[in-house]
């Protein structure tokens, strides 16, 4: 599998979003993607419980482990690449978690438009 270029929604650079715990499509810390990755793991988030509650109501529970597949569970205040729709999904319900737009790979506009992802950014947006 060939990664995609490295660049964030920005145009800049793809930042890290995180090894504690390791995340990724790639399971690098970023949210590198490639035309095999269906789910489009590419928005990084810092996630909140409200969020975390809400991806188990739809059918994905991230705070549970899963040590079979050595998944820690997730936790509020962590950061993870998370699959763009359901990014999307959230913001549309109204608890989309905060959005680190630096490590946010460009391929999530393909899903999200960029006025959605600096709503629910971690940082204000440079001017």
Known sequence: MDKDDPINVLGTRLEPCSTAPVTGFFRDGH????AEDRGSHTVCVELTAEFLAFSKYVGNDLS????EYRFPGLKPGQRWCLCAGRFLQAHDEGCAPKVNLAATHARALEVVPLEVLQESALEPPAE
Do not use: F, G, K
């Open 31 to 34: 949210c590198n993607t490639c």
């Open 64 to 67: 549970t482990p899963r040590p």
